[in-house]
């Protein structure tokens, strides 16, 4: 991954797991945070917290709004996040290794 969200954005994204099938990211940010352009491969998406996000891609913008403990499909991806919100923004995301969907939609699938 030439855009791993660890290296482009280490400010806000650790890893907290991993092994050969998948790599588990915890991410953090505060209201007004931009992230720079980073990719994720198809992942579920765990919500820590209540958050509004911009997402920003060469196929345009989407805003979403989550609740606390959603789990959502996230298509394999290239994008930048701004925390639009007045809440931080804690998720989770486990990273399928080796898998990479066709479909590229931006933002989770609920």
């Not at 482009?8 to 505060?30: A, G, I």
């Not at 989407?62 to 931080?88: F, R």
Request: proline share 5%; glycine share 8%; net charge negative.
């Amino acid at each position: 991954m030439k855009l791993d969200p660890v290296t482009t954005n280490p400010d806000s994204y650790k890893v907290v797991f991993e092994n050969d099938q998948v790599r588990v990211l915890e991410y953090t940010d505060k209201p007004g945070h931009l992230t720079t352009p980073h990719e994720h491969p198809d992942s579920v998406m765990y919500t820590l917290s209540t958050f509004r996000r911009r997402l920003i891609s060469d196929q345009g913008q989407k805003e979403v709004e989550l609740k606390a403990g959603t789990t959502a499909w996230l298509s394999a991806q290239v994008h930048a996040g701004e925390n639009i919100g007045d809440t931080d923004t804690h998720v989770l995301f486990v990273e399928l290794k080796g898998s990479h969907s066709e479909d590229g939609t931006l933002g989770p699938q609920v």
